[in-house]
């Protein structure tokens, strides 16, 4: 599965952005997509996930209630709507899949990076 994530830039604190990844190649129904981030000097955390159909959704504390995960018309299309950003939340965003599975550090697929920055 080959991921390409778009949509970071500069925002100010409050602001929203939305994020976009498009999965292709090998893309079954049984495949989990999801969000990941990395802060400068931290490890890289899970922000968000969502199953192929798009029924099932996870989030990280630190985002529920600012951050939607959805699918797009097409299944192989997942969106982060990030909402009330705050500066804790800049960091460069990853997208990932992984087979039967929320994705995880260490496994699966996983795209480029793609910064979001939160001024305050």
């Known amino acids: 599965v080959q991921l390409q994530a778009s949509g970071g830039g500069l925002v100010q604190a409050g602001g929203s952005l939305r994020l976009s990844c498009v999965a292709s190649?090998?893309?079954?129904?049984?495949?989990?997509m999801g969000w990941f981030r990395q802060a400068p000097g931290k490890e890289r955390e899970f922000v968000a996930a969502?199953?192929?159909?798009?029924?099932?959704?996870y989030y990280a504390d630190s985002v529920k209630g600012r951050f939607l995960i959805s699918k797009g018309n097409a299944k192989n299309m997942v969106y982060l709507q990030m909402n009330s950003l705050n500066a804790e939340d800049t960091a460069v965003y990853y997208c990932?899949?992984?087979?039967?599975?929320?994705?995880?550090?260490?496994?699966?697929?996983w795209g480029q990076g793609t910064q979001v920055t939160v001024s305050s």
């Open positions: 990932a899949a992984d087979y039967r599975r929320v994705p995880q550090v260490g496994s699966g697929s």
């Open positions: 969502i199953n192929w159909s798009g029924d099932n959704t």
């Open positions: 190649g090998r893309t079954f129904s049984t495949y989990f």
